[in-house]
């Protein structure tokens, strides 16, 4: 019986744990939501203290394999446990789903964070539907030619934008909500961050001829092995715990 050790509290790390029968399985969440689905098996919440508390616990509770499944923009602790794997041997498997590839119709502004997102906004339209976490609002707070719509689980906390509307809510989200949302509060401008997935969100933009301002991913680090699904991850994690050299 392999440990296998999942870094994320996304759906893909959720389902990750419930697919790895025979294996004693922990996860690990950042405790930034109270109230977070919990996965089957372990769980456990905060941080590790960086790549050196990481590759301590990695030892400590004899991981054989560690998952990174966390959000595609948690570059902290993806380089965290690109470092604790290199310093203890234990192979790492990155879980993310492909990115986001623009379709007939679509009028997409790639921009390589959320500080070129704010700087472009103003040009492109004045009602604002943010979808890029509540951690992010900063970014945004000195637009004021825009009145902002944003969605999260949790409520945002300042630096915020002055003239803002939230949406508590909690995804997997529907098309015809998407839609919704976009007709009643009158959006003429979408920002979100390349998560991959289903996204229905880009479709109802499409729909209603909304430019999309779309914030690139930052990279994987090189040599990284990775999984583009959870079927994926779980037959590259028995393959790597069957065999003796592993």
Same mark, same amino acid.
């Given at each position: 019986?392999?440990?296998?050790?999942?870094?994320?509290?996304?759906?893909?790390?959720?389902? #990750?744990?419930?697919?790895? !029968?025979?294996?004693?399985?922990? &996860? &690990?969440?950042? *405790?930034?939501?109270?109230?977070?689905?919990?996965?089957?098996?372990?769980?456990?919440?905060?941080?590790? *203290?960086?790549?050196?508390?990481? $590759?301590?616990?990695?030892?400590?509770?004899?991981?054989? =394999?560690?998952?990174?499944?966390?959000?595609?923009?948690?570059?902290?602790? &993806? $380089?965290? %446990? %690109?470092?604790?794997?290199?310093?203890?041997?234990?192979? #790492?498997?990155? #879980?993310?789903?492909?990115?986001? =590839?623009?379709?007939?119709?679509?009028?997409?502004?790639?921009?390589?964070?959320?500080?070129? $997102?704010?700087?472009?906004?103003?040009?492109?339209?004045?009602?604002?539907?943010?979808?890029?976490?509540?951690?992010?609002?900063?970014?945004?707070?000195?637009?004021?030619?825009?009145?902002?719509?944003?969605?999260?689980?949790?409520?945002?906390?300042?630096?915020?934008?002055?003239?803002?509307?939230?949406?508590?809510?909690? *995804?997997?989200?529907?098309?015809?909500?998407?839609?919704?949302?976009?007709?009643?509060?009158?959006?003429?401008?979408?920002?979100?961050?390349?998560?991959? *997935?289903?996204? !229905?969100?880009? &479709? %109802?933009?499409?729909?209603?001829?909304?430019?999309?301002?779309?914030?690139?991913?930052?990279? %994987?680090?090189?040599?990284?092995?990775?999984?583009?699904?959870?079927?994926?991850?779980?037959?590259?994690?028995?393959?790597?715990?069957?065999?003796?050299?592993?």
């Amino acid at each position: 019986m392999a440990t296998v050790l999942i870094l994320g509290g996304t759906r893909d790390a959720r389902e #990750l744990a419930g697919s790895l !029968p025979g294996h004693t399985v922990i &996860s &690990s969440l950042a *405790g930034r939501t109270t109230s977070p689905l919990l996965p089957p098996g372990e769980v456990r919440v905060g941080g590790f *203290g960086g790549a050196e508390g990481l $590759a301590s616990f990695l030892r400590t509770r004899r991981v054989d =394999v560690l998952v990174d499944a966390t959000h595609p923009f948690a570059a902290r602790i &993806s $380089a965290n %446990a %690109a470092v604790a794997a290199q310093v203890t041997g234990v192979p #790492l498997l990155v #879980l993310q789903r492909p990115g986001w =590839v623009p379709g007939p119709g679509d009028d997409w502004r790639r921009v390589r964070d959320l500080s070129q $997102a704010a700087a472009e906004l103003p040009g492109l339209g004045e009602r604002v539907f943010l979808t890029t976490g509540r951690q992010e609002m900063a970014a945004f707070a000195a637009v004021k030619e825009c009145w902002f719509l944003a969605r999260s689980i949790e409520p945002p906390e300042p630096p915020m934008p002055q003239r803002l509307a939230v949406i508590r809510d909690r *995804g997997p989200f529907t098309l015809d909500g998407e839609r919704n949302i976009l007709k009643d509060h009158r959006i003429d401008v979408l920002v979100t961050k390349d998560s991959g *997935g289903p996204a !229905p969100k880009l &479709s %109802a933009a499409r729909e209603r001829g909304i430019p999309v301002l779309v914030v690139d991913r930052p990279s %994987a680090p090189p040599g990284t092995e990775t999984a583009a699904t959870v079927p994926e991850a779980a037959a590259t994690i028995a393959s790597w715990t069957s065999s003796p050299g592993r």
